[in-house]
């Protein structure tokens, strides 16, 4: 029996792996990613290969599962670089910084600056094909080799759209190291930041839009609806795929689509 349970906790990070959070007390927690890419197929290896991505269907298109959350890719050509838009990149935590650097740069792959980033820790930025921005930062005590940690907004009025999610969502600000405009859900830090200048909306970017898997997904939207929210497309159930969505864009562009059932493509 000791060993049976000795096995049992050796193999429980396979097992959270590519697993959703738990839901808050709201029933909200963080879903999915979905970006505009020229190769799908290319863009899905380089996922698999160096951030050890699982691939899923979903629909017509390919999903790849991590922890915390679901990256869609639609193979299209953006529009932009997400360095262009509010929604400027998204990040992940890894194990080992160096030798993912190392791998990432043998590949021949663009690769930005290395630097100590807001927590104390090695960040690194790097660039996919089509221009999706990536943050990589370093903690050496992760059960997984990489995990999702956080997306990036930067707009002029970023305290502004900052307090609409904490508002719209019932959320609490709390700082992510130096940087204090950050709230959390479930399964990824959302992180809020000033640019000088005003960035594009994300719809057709080469990060298209963001997304939370909400319990209870109709009678949600209904609530924001009354507070004001207009839905791009409102509240729909796929039967085919057993998926509620909706899609709004916030008050700075940036599209965030809300579901209900994307825990059944993990």
């Known amino acids: 029996m000791n060993k049976l349970a000795l096995l049992i906790l050796a193999l429980l990070p396979l097992y959270s792996h590519g697993q959703l959070?738990?839901?808050?007390?709201?029933?909200?927690?963080?879903?999915?990613?979905h970006l505009n890419v020229p190769d799908a197929e290319q863009h899905a290896a380089l996922w698999e290969e160096h951030f050890?991505?699982?691939?899923?269907?979903?629909?017509?298109?390919i999903a790849i599962r991590f922890p915390n959350m679901l990256l869609v890719l639609r193979e299209q050509e953006p529009s932009m670089g997400s360095r262009q838009t509010v929604m400027d990149h998204?990040?992940?935590?890894?194990?080992?910084?160096?030798?993912?650097?190392?791998?990432?740069e043998a590949a021949g792959l663009e690769m930005g600056r290395v630097f100590t980033g807001a927590e104390g820790q090695t960040n690194a930025y790097l660039t996919f094909p089509g221009?999706?921005?990536?943050?990589?930062?370093?903690?050496?005590?992760?059960?997984?080799e990489v995990t999702a940690y956080h997306v990036h907004y930067f707009t002029p009025g970023y305290e502004e759209l900052l307090n609409w999610?904490?508002?719209?969502?019932?959320?609490?600000?709390?700082s992510r190291g130096s940087i204090a405009t950050t709230t959390n859900v479930p399964g990824m830090n959302i992180s809020f930041g000033n640019s000088d200048t005003e960035r594009a909306p994300s719809a057709g970017a080469a990060i298209d839009h963001i997304g939370f898997e909400i319990d209870n997904l109709e009678a949600f939207c209904k609530q924001l609806e009354?507070?004001?929210?207009?839905?791009?497309?409102?509240?729909?159930?796929?039967?085919?795929?057993?998926?509620?969505?909706?899609?709004?864009?916030?008050?700075?562009?940036?599209?965030?689509?809300?579901t209900e059932g994307l825990g059944g493509f993990f």
Not at 21 to 33: L, Q, W
Not at 165 to 174: A, K, P, S, T, W
Request: no cysteine; net charge negative.
């Open 131 to 144: 221009g999706t921005y990536v943050e990589l930062q370093e903690d050496q005590g992760l059960h997984e």
């Open 226 to 258: 009354a507070r004001g929210v207009v839905f791009d497309r409102p509240y729909n159930y796929i039967e085919s795929i057993n998926l509620g969505t909706a899609f709004f864009t916030d008050p700075r562009g940036v599209v965030v689509e809300l």
């Open 90 to 104: 998204f990040g992940f935590k890894v194990r080992d910084i160096q030798s993912f650097i190392d791998k990432w």
């Open 165 to 174: 999610y904490v508002d719209m969502f019932n959320l609490e600000i709390r």
């Open 21 to 33: 959070a738990t839901p808050n007390a709201d029933g909200i927690r963080f879903g999915h990613v």
């Open 52 to 61: 050890g991505g699982e691939r899923t269907p979903l629909g017509s298109q």
